[in-house]
Each structure stands twice: as C-alpha cells, then as structure tokens.
C-alpha cells in the first residue's frame, strides 16, 4: 500500500521533511512530491482549493497512492485548544452554492454531493488511541477564504455545523472521490472562531503543526488495509 501526505504550506510539512530523512523524488507543476518512509509520500500542494486539487491529481497521476491524507492546520468553530488535533469525520465546501437554480447550498455539482464522508475514520480513531493522543471528531468546511471571527464564520457555522475550517480538504475529497482514492485527514486547531472571554488565543501556526506532526507519521505508519 502506498499513502500520500497532502499538505497546503511547506511550512506545514517542513519539520516531517527534516525529522523523517525525507528523499526529493520529483516536483510536477510546481508540487514538490517526497519519499517519506518506504509505502509513505508526501507534498505541499498549495493553499486554496484548485491549488489542493491541482495537486493531489498530479500526485494520484504520478505516483497512484491507494490512500490519501490531508494534514494540516484549521480554525475551529469551538472553543478547543490551540494544537487540539482533530480526526476529520466529512467534508462540505462553503463556498459552493447554486441555490439560485435550486440546489440546496454547498451541493457540489457533477459529484452532486454536500457532503464528503472521510475512509477508515474507527481505524484512524483506534490509532489516536492506541498512540494515547488526545483527539476529537467532527465536521470540516472547506472555503477559499482564510476565516475571521465574524457574520462569515457565523453563517458558515450555523449553515454547516462544523467543527474546523480549512481551505483545502473539501477539494482533496472531491478529486479522491473521482479517482476512486480512499481520503482521510487529520487536522491540527491553528486559530479560533468562536466569541468570547475563553478563545483569549486567535492563531497560533507553529504550535498547532508541532502538535500534528508529532502523530501524523506515526498514525500513517499504521494505517493500513482493513
């Protein structure tokens, strides 16, 4: 089995690279593809949604991983710890909306899906456990804006009920759906959208990816075929 790592930022993969022994094997359109560790790859496609789709095809085409895992960080929508690391249930897109002809809103057209359900989410869970990490589960909401307190994040947040936002997982889905590539994701809390005297941290980047790659390695190297 091969497993691709999909970072946005090489800044997000950057510490993996330099604690792994991490080999170069190519850069396609602009996307640096690693070896990790043998059966383990990984690359920084790019922040946004068409960055992130871009390239997770060109990895999928180059190099067939038979799963995918997008890692990373998020904002969350609840009051939860700076460097909280979440297992990520399903994915909606925010941004998506063709209501005007009468589409409920966030249905992705083509897939004609709302929502993208992650694979082997009890597996990955089990690991969390068994490498004793804290964690918890829930929703992601991926848009192409970087998300501040405010009416946005309300609306987001009482249209979707999600736990996290990000700017990359939903597209990440949505290719692995197309292309038959089982997904999942682990995220890691970088910022807080929810009000009040508790979220008293707004962003915080470099404790959330040291949070996260102290496990993703390690949960990738376990996750296998159920």
């Not at 990373?72 to 994915?91: K, N, R």
């Not at 009468?102 to 004609?112: A, E, H, I, Q, R």
């Amino acid at each position: 089995m091969t497993i691709g790592l999909v970072y946005a930022m090489e800044g997000e993969i950057q510490s993996l690279l330099d604690t792994s022994g991490a080999r170069p094997l190519e850069t396609v359109s602009g996307v640096r593809i690693f070896q990790i560790a043998p059966g383990i790859l990984a690359c920084a496609a790019g922040i946004g949604k068409v960055n992130a789709a871009m390239g997770v095809q060109c990895f999928i085409d180059r190099w067939r991983p038979d799963w995918i895992v997008n890692a990373g960080v998020a904002g969350s929508f609840q009051d939860l710890p700076i460097g909280t690391v979440v297992a990520v249930s399903e994915f909606v897109q925010h941004d998506v909306d063709t209501s005007a002809i009468g589409d409920p809103v966030g249905l992705v057209s083509t897939v004609n899906k709302t929502v993208f359900e992650t694979d082997g989410l009890d597996r990955i869970q089990d690991i969390l456990r068994g490498l004793d990490v804290p964690f918890v589960t829930g929703r992601a909401a991926t848009g192409d804006v970087f998300m501040r307190p405010g009416p946005r994040a309300d609306w987001v947040n009482a249209a979707f009920h999600p736990v996290l936002c990000d700017m990359e997982g939903g597209a990440i889905a949505q290719v692995c759906l197309r292309n038959g590539v089982r997904f999942s994701a682990l995220k890691s809390v970088s910022d807080r959208l929810c009000a009040g005297d508790n979220a008293k941290e707004y962003f915080n980047f470099a404790s959330a990816m040291e949070a996260l790659n102290r496990v993703v390695l390690a949960l990738v190297q376990r996750l296998g075929p159920t």
